[in-house]
Protein backbone atom coordinates (compact mmCIF):
# COMPACT_ATOMS: atom_id res chain seq x y z
CA UNK A 1 0.00 0.00 0.00
CA UNK A 2 1.32 3.73 -1.32
CA UNK A 3 1.86 5.93 2.11
CA UNK A 4 0.84 8.91 1.99
CA UNK A 5 -2.10 11.07 3.80
CA UNK A 6 -4.18 13.68 2.08
CA UNK A 7 -5.50 15.16 5.42
CA UNK A 8 -1.93 16.14 6.36
CA UNK A 9 -0.94 17.32 3.04
CA UNK A 10 -3.60 20.03 3.49
CA UNK A 11 -2.08 21.09 6.96
CA UNK A 12 0.86 21.84 4.68
CA UNK A 13 3.28 18.50 5.09
CA UNK A 14 3.90 16.62 1.97
CA UNK A 15 4.95 13.02 2.73
CA UNK A 16 5.45 11.97 -0.37
CA UNK A 17 7.73 14.83 -1.13
CA UNK A 18 9.53 13.42 1.83
CA UNK A 19 10.14 10.26 0.19
CA UNK A 20 11.05 11.53 -3.56
CA UNK A 21 13.80 13.81 -1.57
CA UNK A 22 15.43 10.13 0.04
CA UNK A 23 15.47 8.98 -3.16
CA UNK A 24 17.07 12.04 -4.71
CA UNK A 25 20.03 12.29 -2.12
CA UNK A 26 21.19 8.87 -2.13
CA UNK A 27 23.51 9.05 -4.95
CA UNK A 28 25.04 12.06 -2.94
CA UNK A 29 25.35 10.15 0.42
CA UNK A 30 26.52 6.82 -1.20
CA UNK A 31 29.96 9.15 -2.19
CA UNK A 32 30.77 9.37 1.62
CA UNK A 33 30.32 5.66 1.81
CA UNK A 34 33.40 4.65 4.43
CA UNK A 35 34.66 0.92 5.95
CA UNK A 36 32.49 1.02 8.85
CA UNK A 37 28.75 1.57 7.31
CA UNK A 38 26.72 -0.82 8.21
CA UNK A 39 23.45 0.71 7.32
CA UNK A 40 21.74 2.61 4.60
CA UNK A 41 20.02 5.85 4.75
CA UNK A 42 16.25 5.27 5.66
CA UNK A 43 16.48 3.58 9.11
CA UNK A 44 15.48 4.73 12.35
CA UNK A 45 18.90 5.05 13.31
CA UNK A 46 22.68 5.09 11.44
CA UNK A 47 25.00 2.14 11.83
CA UNK A 48 28.66 2.70 12.05
CA UNK A 49 31.35 -0.24 12.98
CA UNK A 50 34.30 1.54 13.69
CA UNK A 51 38.29 0.15 12.91
CA UNK A 52 39.61 0.91 16.51
CA UNK A 53 42.53 -1.63 15.95
CA UNK A 54 45.92 -0.25 16.91
CA UNK A 55 44.13 1.95 19.30
CA UNK A 56 45.11 1.39 23.47
CA UNK A 57 42.28 3.43 24.76
CA UNK A 58 39.62 4.39 22.11
CA UNK A 59 37.77 7.85 23.00
CA UNK A 60 34.33 9.06 20.83
CA UNK A 61 34.27 12.64 19.88
CA UNK A 62 31.53 14.64 19.30
CA UNK A 63 30.57 17.92 17.58
CA UNK A 64 27.49 19.64 16.76
CA UNK A 65 26.96 23.37 14.86
CA UNK A 66 24.86 24.88 12.02
CA UNK A 67 25.15 26.93 9.07
CA UNK A 68 23.62 30.45 10.55
CA UNK A 69 22.33 33.44 8.65
CA UNK A 70 24.73 32.64 6.19
CA UNK A 71 22.32 30.53 4.88
CA UNK A 72 19.87 34.04 4.02
CA UNK A 73 22.70 34.46 1.24
CA UNK A 74 22.13 31.27 -0.06
CA UNK A 75 18.43 31.71 -0.32
CA UNK A 76 19.34 35.35 -2.12
CA UNK A 77 21.12 33.64 -4.34
CA UNK A 78 19.24 30.58 -4.98
CA UNK A 79 22.53 28.78 -4.70
CA UNK A 80 22.47 25.76 -2.44
CA UNK A 81 24.61 22.89 -3.19
CA UNK A 82 28.04 24.84 -0.54
CA UNK A 83 26.05 25.59 2.19
CA UNK A 84 26.21 21.62 3.29
CA UNK A 85 29.75 21.73 3.18
CA UNK A 86 30.21 24.72 5.46
CA UNK A 87 27.52 22.51 7.54
CA UNK A 88 30.36 19.82 8.16
CA UNK A 89 33.02 22.10 8.26
CA UNK A 90 31.75 23.79 11.72
CA UNK A 91 31.70 20.37 13.46
CA UNK A 92 34.58 18.40 11.76
CA UNK A 93 36.38 21.68 11.97
CA UNK A 94 36.11 21.59 15.54
CA UNK A 95 36.54 18.13 16.55
CA UNK A 96 39.94 17.84 14.87
CA UNK A 97 41.32 20.67 17.45
CA UNK A 98 41.72 17.39 20.06
CA UNK A 99 43.08 15.12 17.13
CA UNK A 100 40.18 13.12 16.59
CA UNK A 101 39.00 11.82 13.37
CA UNK A 102 35.44 12.12 12.63
CA UNK A 103 33.65 9.09 11.64
CA UNK A 104 30.27 9.82 10.33
CA UNK A 105 28.01 12.58 9.98
CA UNK A 106 24.18 12.97 10.70
CA UNK A 107 22.24 16.47 8.85
CA UNK A 108 19.17 17.92 9.82
CA UNK A 109 16.97 20.29 7.73
CA UNK A 110 13.92 22.15 8.64
CA UNK A 111 11.85 24.17 5.88
CA UNK A 112 9.19 25.56 5.28
CA UNK A 113 7.73 23.39 2.08
CA UNK A 114 9.82 19.92 1.27
CA UNK A 115 11.20 20.63 -2.50
CA UNK A 116 12.66 16.73 -3.36
CA UNK A 117 15.60 18.58 -5.56
CA UNK A 118 16.17 21.61 -3.27
CA UNK A 119 16.36 18.79 -0.23
CA UNK A 120 18.81 16.83 -2.64
CA UNK A 121 20.93 19.89 -3.47
CA UNK A 122 21.49 20.57 -0.21
CA UNK A 123 22.34 17.09 1.26
CA UNK A 124 25.04 17.29 -2.31
CA UNK A 125 26.90 19.86 0.19
CA UNK A 126 26.72 17.78 2.87
CA UNK A 127 28.35 15.14 1.13
CA UNK A 128 30.95 17.09 -0.60
CA UNK A 129 31.83 17.93 2.69
CA UNK A 130 32.06 14.66 4.65
CA UNK A 131 34.36 13.35 1.03
CA UNK A 132 36.17 16.26 2.01
CA UNK A 133 36.56 15.20 5.73
CA UNK A 134 37.28 11.47 5.16
CA UNK A 135 33.85 10.64 7.30
CA UNK A 136 30.37 8.94 6.44
CA UNK A 137 26.70 10.62 6.21
CA UNK A 138 25.09 7.78 7.91
CA UNK A 139 21.64 9.49 7.92
CA UNK A 140 19.48 12.39 8.70
CA UNK A 141 16.33 14.01 9.24
CA UNK A 142 14.36 16.59 6.69
CA UNK A 143 11.51 18.39 8.43
CA UNK A 144 8.62 20.35 7.22
CA UNK A 145 7.61 23.25 8.93
CA UNK A 146 4.38 24.90 7.22
CA UNK A 147 2.74 27.38 9.31
CA UNK A 148 6.26 28.02 11.11
CA UNK A 149 8.71 28.97 7.63
CA UNK A 150 8.05 30.79 4.79
CA UNK A 151 7.89 28.58 2.30
CA UNK A 152 11.82 28.89 0.67
CA UNK A 153 13.01 29.07 4.00
CA UNK A 154 15.21 26.25 5.22
CA UNK A 155 17.68 26.14 8.18
CA UNK A 156 20.65 23.61 8.15
CA UNK A 157 22.29 21.76 11.30
CA UNK A 158 24.70 18.63 12.18
CA UNK A 159 26.47 16.77 13.87
CA UNK A 160 29.54 14.65 13.71
CA UNK A 161 31.37 12.22 16.22
CA UNK A 162 34.72 10.96 15.71
CA UNK A 163 37.42 9.18 17.62
CA UNK A 164 41.25 9.79 18.96
CA UNK A 165 43.08 7.62 20.84
CA UNK A 166 43.89 9.40 24.39
CA UNK A 167 47.37 8.68 24.55
CA UNK A 168 47.09 10.71 21.20
CA UNK A 169 44.92 13.21 22.51
CA UNK A 170 46.09 16.81 22.32
CA UNK A 171 48.09 17.93 24.85
CA UNK A 172 48.31 21.62 25.67
CA UNK A 173 50.68 21.43 28.51
CA UNK A 174 53.48 20.36 26.36
CA UNK A 175 53.21 24.30 25.00
CA UNK A 176 56.00 26.56 26.21
CA UNK A 177 57.18 30.08 25.10
CA UNK A 178 58.87 30.15 22.17
CA UNK A 179 56.34 27.94 20.41
CA UNK A 180 55.43 28.97 17.00
CA UNK A 181 51.79 29.44 15.67
CA UNK A 182 50.66 28.93 12.43
CA UNK A 183 48.34 29.81 10.27
CA UNK A 184 45.76 27.43 8.02
CA UNK A 185 44.38 30.39 5.16
CA UNK A 186 40.48 30.22 5.59
CA UNK A 187 38.84 30.42 2.28
CA UNK A 188 37.29 33.80 3.19
CA UNK A 189 34.58 34.73 5.82
CA UNK A 190 33.68 31.08 6.28
CA UNK A 191 30.72 30.46 8.84
CA UNK A 192 30.86 33.37 11.34
CA UNK A 193 29.13 36.87 11.70
CA UNK A 194 27.01 37.39 8.72
CA UNK A 195 24.16 39.00 11.17
CA UNK A 196 26.57 41.60 10.69
CA UNK A 197 27.85 41.34 7.25
CA UNK A 198 24.29 41.19 6.21
CA UNK A 199 23.80 44.23 7.66
CA UNK A 200 26.71 46.22 6.21
CA UNK A 201 26.37 44.73 2.95
CA UNK A 202 22.46 45.40 2.98
CA UNK A 203 22.14 42.03 1.13
CA UNK A 204 18.43 42.15 1.03
CA UNK A 205 18.76 44.92 -1.38
CA UNK A 206 22.07 44.79 -2.78
CA UNK A 207 23.29 42.99 -6.20
CA UNK A 208 24.37 40.02 -4.87
CA UNK A 209 25.71 39.03 -8.59
CA UNK A 210 27.43 41.94 -9.58
CA UNK A 211 31.25 41.31 -10.59
CA UNK A 212 33.61 43.73 -8.23
CA UNK A 213 36.95 43.83 -9.21
CA UNK A 214 38.32 44.49 -5.50
CA UNK A 215 37.65 40.78 -4.88
CA UNK A 216 38.06 39.17 -8.26
CA UNK A 217 34.45 37.92 -8.49
CA UNK A 218 30.80 39.02 -7.56
CA UNK A 219 30.17 39.94 -4.00
CA UNK A 220 27.66 36.71 -4.06
CA UNK A 221 30.42 34.60 -4.42
CA UNK A 222 32.67 35.90 -2.12
CA UNK A 223 29.57 35.76 0.40
CA UNK A 224 28.95 32.22 -0.21
CA UNK A 225 32.28 30.50 -0.45
CA UNK A 226 32.08 27.54 1.74
CA UNK A 227 34.01 26.80 4.70
CA UNK A 228 37.72 25.10 4.00
CA UNK A 229 37.92 21.62 5.93
CA UNK A 230 41.14 21.51 7.47
CA UNK A 231 41.21 17.50 8.77
CA UNK A 232 43.00 16.14 6.30
CA UNK A 233 45.65 18.61 6.82
CA UNK A 234 46.11 18.58 10.35
CA UNK A 235 46.31 14.45 10.29
CA UNK A 236 49.09 14.43 8.83
CA UNK A 237 50.74 17.18 10.67
CA UNK A 238 50.45 15.02 14.00
CA UNK A 239 51.71 11.90 12.02
CA UNK A 240 54.88 14.41 11.34
CA UNK A 241 55.50 16.53 14.19
CA UNK A 242 53.85 16.83 17.68
CA UNK A 243 51.01 19.09 17.65
CA UNK A 244 51.07 21.64 20.94
CA UNK A 245 47.83 23.14 19.76
CA UNK A 246 45.16 23.55 17.61
CA UNK A 247 42.20 26.44 17.38
CA UNK A 248 39.15 26.54 15.00
CA UNK A 249 39.01 30.15 14.56
CA UNK A 250 35.17 31.38 14.64
CA UNK A 251 32.74 33.15 16.03
CA UNK A 252 34.71 35.24 18.44
CA UNK A 253 37.61 35.61 16.01
CA UNK A 254 41.40 35.03 17.05
CA UNK A 255 40.98 37.33 20.79
CA UNK A 256 38.29 34.26 21.99
CA UNK A 257 39.58 30.89 20.13
CA UNK A 258 43.44 31.02 19.98
CA UNK A 259 42.86 30.90 24.17
CA UNK A 260 41.56 27.81 24.13
CA UNK A 261 44.17 25.85 23.62
CA UNK A 262 46.44 27.29 25.88
CA UNK A 263 47.60 26.65 29.25
CA UNK A 264 46.88 29.57 31.60
CA UNK A 265 50.23 30.62 31.99
CA UNK A 266 50.73 31.52 28.85
CA UNK A 267 50.12 34.07 25.87
CA UNK A 268 49.91 34.22 21.96
CA UNK A 269 51.68 36.78 20.76
CA UNK A 270 49.96 37.52 16.61
CA UNK A 271 52.14 39.32 14.20
CA UNK A 272 49.72 41.46 12.56
CA UNK A 273 51.38 42.30 9.51
CA UNK A 274 52.00 38.64 8.70
CA UNK A 275 48.36 37.90 8.92
CA UNK A 276 47.20 37.50 5.07
CA UNK A 277 43.96 38.81 4.90
CA UNK A 278 41.88 38.93 2.00
CA UNK A 279 39.94 41.36 0.57
CA UNK A 280 36.69 40.47 1.74
CA UNK A 281 37.46 41.76 4.81
CA UNK A 282 39.04 44.75 4.02
CA UNK A 283 35.76 45.88 1.90
CA UNK A 284 33.58 44.66 4.99
CA UNK A 285 35.63 46.79 7.40
CA UNK A 286 36.09 50.19 5.42
CA UNK A 287 32.22 49.85 4.27
CA UNK A 288 30.83 49.22 7.89
CA UNK A 289 33.34 51.42 9.79
CA UNK A 290 33.92 48.73 11.79
CA UNK A 291 37.35 48.41 14.38
CA UNK A 292 40.51 46.52 13.95
CA UNK A 293 39.69 44.67 17.27
CA UNK A 294 36.00 43.90 16.29
CA UNK A 295 37.42 42.47 13.14
CA UNK A 296 40.04 39.98 15.29
CA UNK A 297 37.13 39.75 17.70
CA UNK A 298 34.54 38.12 15.06
CA UNK A 299 36.00 36.99 12.39
CA UNK A 300 38.54 34.60 11.60
CA UNK A 301 40.56 37.54 8.97
CA UNK A 302 42.18 35.21 6.56
CA UNK A 303 43.48 32.74 8.72
CA UNK A 304 40.66 29.46 9.59
CA UNK A 305 43.03 27.11 11.75
CA UNK A 306 46.21 28.03 13.90
CA UNK A 307 48.48 24.89 14.92
CA UNK A 308 51.48 25.40 17.41
CA UNK A 309 54.46 23.92 17.11
CA UNK A 310 57.75 23.55 18.49
CA UNK A 311 60.47 26.08 16.77
CA UNK A 312 62.42 23.32 15.52
CA UNK A 313 59.58 21.17 13.86
CA UNK A 314 58.24 24.13 11.72
CA UNK A 315 59.53 23.65 8.40
CA UNK A 316 58.47 19.80 8.71
CA UNK A 317 55.14 20.87 9.90
CA UNK A 318 54.20 23.61 7.25
CA UNK A 319 55.19 20.63 4.85
CA UNK A 320 53.09 18.08 6.10
CA UNK A 321 50.16 20.53 6.27
CA UNK A 322 50.43 21.02 2.57
CA UNK A 323 47.81 23.97 2.71
CA UNK A 324 49.52 27.17 2.42
CA UNK A 325 50.29 27.41 6.03
CA UNK A 326 53.10 29.85 7.39
CA UNK A 327 53.95 31.36 10.42
CA UNK A 328 52.16 34.24 12.08
CA UNK A 329 53.03 34.20 15.98
CA UNK A 330 54.77 32.83 18.83
CA UNK A 331 53.90 31.61 22.01
CA UNK A 332 55.15 34.25 24.97
CA UNK A 333 55.03 33.63 28.89
CA UNK A 334 52.06 36.26 30.32
CA UNK A 335 48.31 36.49 31.15
CA UNK A 336 47.69 38.89 28.24
CA UNK A 337 46.33 35.46 26.31
CA UNK A 338 46.17 37.39 22.79
CA UNK A 339 48.22 40.35 21.42
CA UNK A 340 48.30 41.41 18.53
CA UNK A 341 51.45 43.41 17.51
Known sequence: MRSYSDSYRDAGVNIEAGYAGVKLMKEHVARTMIPGVVSDIGGFGGL??????GMTEPVLVSGTDGVGTKIRIAQLMDKHDTVGIDCVAMCVNDIICCGAKPLFFLDYIAIGRNEPEKVATLVSGV????????????GGETAEHPGMMAADDYDLAGFCV?????????????????DVILALPSSGIHS???????????????????????????????????????VK????????????????????????????????SLSARIEKSAVKTQPIFHMLQKLGGIPEHDMFNTYNMGVGMTVIVSKEEVDKAIAALDCGAYVIGEIVSGEERVTLC
Open 192 to 230: NGYSLVRKVFDVEKADLSAYSAELGQTLGEALLTPTRIY
Open 162 to 178: GVVDKPKVIDHSTMRPG
Open 48 to 53: FAPQLS
Open 233 to 264: PVLRCMDAVTVKGVSHITGGGFFENIPRCLPE
Open 127 to 138: AEGCVQSGCALI
